[in-house]
């Protein structure tokens, strides 16, 4: 069946530093992967999406690479800030009968060293 | 101005209780979902409603029953509850029920549900 999972399950970086945040999809199919943010006691935020026609995409501070080859997709973030320490998701979709839902990873969790 | 809103924050009750954890969205959205979060942070989708109506049904034990009395509110109730239902449930709404951009999903703050 889909999965969608990470490399790694933490990741710490230098406050200042790029961060890179790595996940595998197994579902060919997917043409739609979101990236969201989850800080501490708080729900998951979107961050950035990408269509599977695009393997490239920014936004403010933020890069999502995808490469459909290899079925992988990358977050990164620009000059990594204390306020960036959160968990990570990404999350491709399955199309169903009546709706389509939202199928995440398991998290990648990044700390700030200051 | 809270977008989506869920009432308990915090939810400890005993095996065999039954609860309820409450979601109002305050953005006009059509369609509404829960999640179950557990321990690991898995995050895994339970139900959907658009307009009122279920259009996911996830495979979740019959204890859970979803309601959503307006497009604005949709409630979750949970019969005899079991240790393992324990885990934190977030509400979401988006505008629609396709997935895609210009439709994201909105996620509550979570209720975090400890069963004894």
């Known amino acids: 069946g889909e999965s969608v999972g990470l490399h790694l399950p933490t990741l710490s970086v230098q406050e200042g530093d790029n961060s890179i945040i790595n996940c595998a999809y197994s579902n060919s199919a997917s043409d739609y992967f979101i990236w969201y943010k989850q800080e501490s006691g708080k729900g998951p935020q979107f961050i950035i999406d990408?269509?599977?026609?695009?393997d490239k995409r920014q936004g403010q501070r933020v890069t999502v690479l995808l490469n459909k080859t290899v079925k992988h997709l990358s977050l990164q973030i620009a000059a990594t800030q204390p306020g960036d320490s959160a968990v990570y998701f990404c999350a491709d979709t399955l199309l169903g009968s009546s709706a389509s839902k939202i199928i995440f990873g398991s998290g990648t969790r990044l700390s700030i060293r200051p | 101005d809270t977008a989506v809103s869920q009432t308990p924050k915090y939810l400890v009750t005993q095996m065999g209780n039954d609860k309820s954890i409450k979601c109002e969205q305050n953005?006009?959205?059509?369609?509404m979902y829960w999640y179950k979060q557990d321990s690991k942070k898995f995050l895994k989708i339970m139900f959907s409603y658009n307009n009122k109506e279920l259009i996911i049904n996830e495979t979740v034990p019959n204890r859970f029953s979803p309601k959503s009395p307006d497009k604005a509110h949709l409630n979750l109730h949970i019969n005899s509850l079991e240790l393992g239902d324990s885990a934190v449930y977030f509400c979401?709404?988006?505008?629609?029920?396709?997935?895609?951009?210009?439709?994201?999903?909105?996620f509550g703050p979570g209720t975090r549900l400890t069963v004894l």
């Open positions: 953005l006009g959205h059509d369609t």
């Open positions: 990408i269509r599977s026609n695009m």
């Open positions: 979401a709404s988006s505008q629609g029920s396709s997935i895609g951009r210009n439709n994201e999903q909105f």
